[in-house]
């Protein structure tokens, strides 16, 4: 289970997250040193959430953002000319059957293929 009870500040029991099964779970790989310095900074982050929740704050009027009570200047909607398809397809670095191509993502070896590997790749499954 990610959340344990812990000590937390002023004597009250702030949840303490299990970094290394949270990286399990998001399939991350954390060394020993990036796990305990992230249980550090989320115990922290936590605590400081315990203080703000443990504030009275009984007749202080809510604010949903910090532009409450400004004037906004609000300018009206308008439809202007962007790139066409062809126009946008010609600046990107690969392209098939008008689709862009990007780089696999999560790839152990931890460096992007190049946009041409992926060309290579679908040519070659494609019999090109």
């Known amino acids: 289970m990610p959340l344990k009870a812990g000590a937390g500040s002023g004597g009250k029991h702030t949840p303490k ?75 990107v670095p690969a392209v098939r059957d008008s689709y862009v191509m990007v780089p696999r993502t999560g790839q152990e070896q931890g460096s992007p293929r190049k946009n041409n590997e992926i060309e290579g790749e679908w040519r070659a499954r494609d019999g090109r």
Do not use: T, Y
Not at 36 to 64: A, T
């Open 17 to 91: 997250i299990d970094v290394k099964h949270v990286a399990r779970l998001a399939m991350l790989k954390l060394e020993d040193g990036e796990a305990e310095k992230m249980q550090r900074e989320l115990q922290s982050i936590l605590e400081h959430m315990e203080e703000l929740f443990s504030l009275d704050v009984k007749g202080v009027e809510p604010s949903f953002g910090s532009f409450d009570g400004a004037e906004l200047r609000l300018f009206p909607d308008e439809v202007r000319a962007g790139l066409c398809r062809n126009e946008f397809l010609r600046g």
